[in-house]
């Protein structure tokens, strides 16, 4: 059975920083892409950024660069998100999702099939 589960989230005043972190179960982690995605109240979902099984990170936004970054550690089945100059508009629920991908695949490339319930964030002004 496959989870995923984000942790992390919270109210954090704007220039603030926060770390999102995003930990796996029964799949093999380190053949995964991992991604983030975001949803602000009464918006469309948006991609973040990624990054693939092979580290490279890839932005889907050029408003979060290079704000926003995200890591993984295999040994411990997880990825993270660490967030810094926070801004009221990144507002949002935050997702985690991972998708096996090749080596040498481009996260951006991947069709997102497990996801967590999301965490959601706040950054007040």
């Known amino acids: 059975q496959v989870q995923v589960v984000e942790s992390g989230g919270g109210l954090v005043q704007a220039g603030g920083s926060l770390r999102l972190s995003c930990t796996t179960s029964g799949l093999t982690f380190a053949a995964y892409n991992v991604a983030w995605f975001r949803q602000a109240p009464g918006k469309e979902r948006e991609g973040v950024l990624c990054?693939?099984?092979?580290?490279?990170?890839?932005y889907y936004t050029d408003s979060v660069k290079p704000r926003f970054t995200t890591s993984r550690d295999n040994a411990k089945n997880s990825a993270y998100l660490q967030m810094n100059s926070l801004k009221p508009e990144d507002t949002a629920m935050y997702y985690c999702a991972a998708a096996l991908g090749g080596y040498l695949s481009s996260c951006r490339d991947s069709n997102y099939n497990y996801w967590g319930q999301g965490t959601r964030v706040t950054v007040s002004s």
């Open positions: 990054i693939s099984r092979g580290g490279s990170v890839t």
